[in-house]
């Protein structure tokens, strides 16, 4: 019996590690996801950064709320990057990014590491934490929009 849920947990898993890029029917639909992904991360990024900047009250619970937002949404972009998805719909992810993969990935492994240290930042409560760990993490958006995002 052990070990039928053992090959049931490992069948599961593997089905689930699946590369994302084989779950996407047509390029278009990677492009669409990726681009969802993004701006999800971007608005809750976002709300963030006004409380560190001074725009919107700080609100320890909401920066806890949305920073977790932004720690879980910084893993799913990637998936949308896949061979192929270049071209198929609109989009402003430079051609770099295909020729490049390795930097490119370690631009995305930034990310979600910086994301993950906002997220424990702002669990603190303390607005200074949050606005170191928020300028560390939009310092590496910066950089990959610099080198891989068209305007």
């Known amino acids: 019996m ?3 849920a053992a090959f049931t947990f490992a ?3 593997l089905t689930l590690s699946a590369p994302a890029s084989a779950q996407f029917a047509k390029p278009e639909d990677a492009i669409k996801y990726r681009q969802s992904a993004l701006f999800v991360m971007g608005q ?4 963030i950064g006004a409380m560190a900047n001074g725009r919107a009250p700080f609100d320890a619970k909401a920066a ?3 920073a977790e937002v932004v720690a879980q949404m ?3 972009p990637w ?3 896949g061979a192929g998805t270049d071209k198929g719909a609109p989009t402003k992810a430079l051609p770099e990014i295909w020729l490049e993969q390795a930097k ?3 631009h995305s492994d930034k990310l979600e590491a910086e994301a993950v240290k906002l ?3 702002a669990k603190t409560g303390n607005l200074d934490n949050l606005k170191a760990a928020f300028g560390a993490t939009a310092g590496t958006c910066k950089a990959c929009h610099d080198s891989y995002r068209g305007k």
């Open 11 to 13: 069948a599961a898993m």
């Open 2 to 4: 052990k070990a039928l």
């Open 64 to 66: 806890q709320d949305n």
């Open 74 to 76: 910084a893993k799913l």
């Open 119 to 121: 997220a424990a930042a």
């Open 79 to 81: 998936a949308g990057f």
């Open 104 to 106: 490119f990935k370690e």
């Open 44 to 47: 809750h990024f976002g709300r």
